[in-house]
């Protein structure tokens, strides 16, 4: 697999916009462009194999399931994950000859996207500095009450930023990734010590992405129960997630059921206090 100028030019214009916490309010930018799953789609279309775009894009969104970035604090950076990891991954997988159904690949994915993910960081604060220069201009042109002025510091200045810490890194990272995958999977063989290490560790990133999950969401030990049923679907009954969730829009359903009967006996004691008690007023009158 190749990349050529015209493809990497569209992979860096991506990444510029996945970097936009607000394009088009929350509907695009990082909140959708950013994911992933998203980008996997995206990057396939663009060098043209959809189908392992969107496998890699799986692998390595399980990884960043839970990504967040307390007050700006962010320890890797999705963009780089999904517009530099995932054409490397890519190509990588290509190169190798790897079933992109298998662990390998998913393990080469997830190691190469989270390895990207972590470089990216640098590129995050490095936009975030650039950008405190626009800042600067624009408390400036309000002391003056150049109003007019203050749309450039929030649509057109933060361009440059991103063409500097996202354009530029993506187009020569992604058009230069074949030579670099080469030199890498020559230096580094299937079989060797280093290479074992990092299958190895990308096979227990997706654990961190479920544990940050997991942390976030699990308020009582008996929610585990819900996770665990969807472990023991997959891996007994050998469900995808499509059945998974089919099975458990089934039970939700039960679920609510059972609570609407809870509910009711309540309301009718309710209802009998009320008309006993006017009963008990209309013959005290």
Known sequence: MVINVFQA???????CLAS????????????TLGRPLVAGLIVGIILGDMTLGIIVGMAIQVVYIALVTPGGTVSADVRAA????????M???????????????????????????????ILFYGTATINLAWQGMGWKWLEKGDTHKLYLVDMVLPWISHIVCS??????IVYFGQDMVSFIMNSL??????????????SLLPCVGIAILLKQVIAKP??????FFGFTLAAVMGCNLIAASAIACFFALINFQISTLKNRPVVAAASGELTSADDEEEEDI
Do not use: W
């Open 82 to 89: 999904c517009y530099i990891g995932i054409p490397l991954a």
């Open 189 to 202: 063989p299937m079989d060797g010590l280093p290479m074992k290490t990092l299958f190895a560790l990308g």
């Open 20 to 31: 936009m916490p607000g394009l088009g309010g929350t509907s695009i930018g990082n909140y």
């Open 222 to 227: 008996t929610d585990f129960l819900t996770f």
């Open 167 to 172: 354009f530029i890194p993506t187009f020569v």
């Open 9 to 15: 030019a569209l992979l860096g214009l991506f990444a």
């Open 91 to 121: 190509m990588a997988v290509k190169a190798q000859g790897l079933d992109p159904n298998s662990a390998d690949a998913a393990a080469l994915a997830t190691t190469l996207g989270a390895t990207c993910g972590t470089l990216g960081a």
